[in-house]
Each structure stands twice: as structure tokens, then as C-alpha cells.
């Protein structure tokens, strides 16, 4: 890797404000805010919308969605056309 081209590699903490928690990584972004993680030390903190801990196909709280009534709705309001 070339010196100097590259930003710089570190910990940092993404918080997941859906679910409310948050883990310890490393990486390259960067953020104005901190938090005091468990071990003591400050670390730059990201907050993230979503992550495995609230994303519904980690949880497995996904919803069905009802497509037998998205297709009716389709063909009342198109018609039921097809090649018969």
C-alpha cells in the first residue's frame, strides 16, 4: 500500500439506534461524537439505522407480505388481460 493515500484504520463503535445496542469494530469512518465504551477508553461513535441485531431477516421477524391482494388490486385496477 502507498503512504499517506489511505484514511486511517481504527476502532470505532456503531450504535444501532433501532434495537439500542451497539459493538466494537474497526474502520475507516470517522464521526465528531464519542462514547466511553465498557473497557474504559473513548472511542468515535457511529450511529447506524439498522444492523443484524434489528435487520427482520437476522431476527427472523420478517413479515409476510400479501401478495395475493397486491395482484387482485393489480388486476382491478388493469384488468386481467394475458394472451388466451
Known amino acids: 500500500m502507498k503512504p499517506g493515500i489511505h484514511p486511517p484504520y481504527g476502532p470505532v463503535v456503531f450504535r444501532d439506534k433501532a434495537a439500542g445496542s451497539a459493538f466494537l469494530t474497526r ?29 427482520p431477516f437476522y431476527t427472523g421477524t420478517a413479515r409476510v407480505l400479501d401478495t395475493a391482494g397486491r395482484v387482485e388490486r393489480f388486476e382491478r385496477r388493469y384488468g386481467r388481460g394475458g394472451a388466451n
Open 27 to 55: 474502520s475507516t469512518m470517522t464521526s465528531d461524537k464519542n462514547i466511553e465504551w465498557e473497557d474504559g477508553n473513548t472511542y468515535p461513535v457511529v450511529d447506524v439505522e439498522i444492523s443484524n441485531v434489528s435487520h
